[in-house]
């Protein structure tokens, strides 16, 4: 008979999970989800509650892994916060399941494996889709999103500039002290992203802080707020001049304002460019739209469980 499910909470998810181990596994997902073999994953799009009285939403994010034996669902709550608000934008919780008997193996918090995922993904989409020798990166946004995307970029790529530009100057310097002030903190958009290689949006904006005027011929862009249908991060220029790729086709076009409402085509998920069915355009601009995926969770979740049973002083 199965025990009771075991707790897994944000400092031992912490201390668990290293992008060296996530990023290959995550691109491993990402090709099978992109196969769309029901043996390799099973995932439907986000089904999501509305909060309304709190401007937010609850999307359920279940994930079956058959060849792997994963089961997984994510609960995740996200909310539109007007500006100064202390509430936080995203909390999520993790649960892994025994596919064979459906039991629950553990809870985990999900702040860590959704920050931690989601900026893997983006620079998997760098990876595949920046130009050779970028050298400036530009993020927009200074909360935990921001702080996982800049860690992670930082860790495997070598920019020579990293500028950050959030709600307030205040608020920009806050975290460029935060990461010990190896970034410069701007005052507008239009000043961190002018003449960037690589730019990062992980705002909770729901009306377009980036716009194509300023972004250079053949930059990169990891598009990671706006994830409701009529909430939006880019223009349209942006969206139309620039070539997307987005993680899950099904999910951009039921969720993404920026896809939904540009009426951009989304070129391929990064998944067919890891399996090599769609090419890489890193000569022109390119746009990932990430939405997040619960497979994403699923294999994040399966590595902290058993990087926690591997542990023997847990059993
Ligand atoms: N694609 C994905 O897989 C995921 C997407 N997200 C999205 O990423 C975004 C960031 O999430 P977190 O960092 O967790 O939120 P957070 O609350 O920690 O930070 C949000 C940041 O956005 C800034 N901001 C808010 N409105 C802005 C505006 N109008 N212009 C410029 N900056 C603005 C805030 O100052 C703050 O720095 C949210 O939109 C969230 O829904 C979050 C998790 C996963
Ligand atoms: O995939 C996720 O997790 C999220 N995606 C969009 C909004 C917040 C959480």
């Known amino acids: 008979m199965a025990g009771p499910p075991v707790i897994i909470w944000e400092q031992e998810v912490e201390r668990l999970l290293r992008y060296r181990d996530l990023i290959p596994r995550l691109e491993e997902a990402l090709g099978k989800f992109s196969t769309r073999d029901s ?37 995740v709550c996200f909310y539109k916060r007007e500006a100064g608000s202390s509430l936080p934008g995203v909390q999520a919780t993790v649960v892994l399941l025994d596919p064979q008997y459906g039991n629950v193996k ?47 970029f930082t860790e495997i790529f070598s920019f020579k500039e990293v500028r950050v530009c959030g709600r307030t100057m205040e608020g920009a310097e806050r975290f460029v002290r935060s990461v010990g002030g190896a970034a410069r903190a701007c005052g507008s958009v ?54 997307v790729y987005a ?6 076009m039921a969720e993404s304002g920026d896809v ?9 998920e990064l998944g067919d460019v890891i399996n090599g069915t769609k090419p890489a355009h890193r000569e022109k601009t390119t746009v990932f739209k990430s939405l997040g995926m619960g497979v994403e969770d699923a294999v994040s979740a399966k590595l902290v469980f058993d990087r926690w049973t ?5 059993l």
């Not at 009285?53 to 060849?67: A, D, I, Q, R, V």
């Not at 809870?107 to 989409?125: L, P, Q």
């Not at 729901?206 to 300023?214: A, D, K, N, S, Y």
């Not at 707020?225 to 009529?230: K, L, Q, S, Y």
């Open 39 to 75: 043996a390799e994953v099973i995932q439907p799009v986000r089904s999501t509650v509305p909060l309304q009285k709190h401007s937010g939403f609850l999307g359920l994010m279940p994930t079956y892994m058959e060849n792997d034996g994963v089961l997984s669902t994510k609960l």
């Open 106 to 152: 553990a809870v985990m918090d999900g702040e860590v494996i959704t920050a931690m995922r989601t900026a893997a993904v983006s620079a998997i989409s760098a990876k595949l889709l920046m130009r050779p020798g970028a050298e400036v990166l530009a993020i927009l946004g200074t909360g935990k999103q921001a702080l996982s995307h800049y860690n992670v």
């Open 190 to 243: 239009e000043e961190a992203v002018r003449g960037a290689d690589a730019i990062v949006t992980v705002t909770l904006s729901t009306e377009p802080v980036l716009f194509g005027q300023w972004v250079k011929p053949g930059a990169h862009v990891a598009a990671v707020g706006a994830c409701r249908p009529d909430w939006r991060e880019l223009d349209d220029e942006l969206m139309k001049t620039a070539v």
């Open 247 to 252: 993680d899950s086709r099904d999910g951009a």
């Open 260 to 268: 939904i409402l540009s009426g951009a085509e989304v070129f391929a």
């Open 310 to 314: 591997s542990t023997s002083s847990h």
